[in-house]
């Protein structure tokens, strides 16, 4: 089964994707992960990544594909794939359909923009170990210091309010339009979020079987 899972950032389509991964045995296909793989491997895509990263410029469409599709050759997606954070735009989208490689379901992951908000913004990770926590879902014994180590628990970058808010417009302008063309072609199955990983892994896995 080829397996595309879309969802505004914090949504948890990557929780969904491992989960999905693991119940069918095929691969997670990461966007991040295997741009990370190329550029240790020195693969000639990696190359030519590594070059616009190193200029600190985005990682262009045509480069990104080409890893992709690279990626998607090796036997162990044979027998099916899921993509995580891949296509991110149509014209991605497009490029996918244009190697022939036909996708059985998408699975969009909705989650309202102030509970991803919420979620994100509430994350606190140690400085010194790098244990997870949250002001509401997952509070530390102490407050601002972790449980394990007694380091200082700290907000990332990526979790404050103004980025949060910043990467889910980029999200709705740029991605979201995805919906449209997979539901157009009949493939586009929307799970509702729960506040329980587990709930939404029910929904997940029955939207699929529903929709095989």
Known sequence: MKIIFLGAPGAGKGTQAEIVSKKLAIPTVSTG???????????????????????????????????????????????????????RTIPQAQALDEMGIVIDKVIDIEVADEKIAKRMSGRRVCKSCGNSYHLEYKKPAVEGVCDACGGELVQRKDDAPETVLERLKVYHDET????????????????????????????TLKALEDNA
């Open 33 to 87: 992960n295997i741009i990370r793989a190329a550029l240790k491997n020195g693969t000639p895509m990696g190359l030519q990544a590594k070059a616009f990263i190193e200029a600190g410029k985005l990682v262009p469409d045509e480069v990104v594909i080409g890893i992709i599709k690279d990626r998607l050759a090796e036997d162990d997606c044979k027998n099916g794939f899921i993509l995580d954070g891949f296509p």
């Open 176 to 203: 979201e339009p995805l919906k449209n063309y997979y539901d157009k072609q009949g493939k586009l199955v929307i799970v509702e979020g729960q506040e329980e990983v587990a709930d939404t892994t029910a929904l």
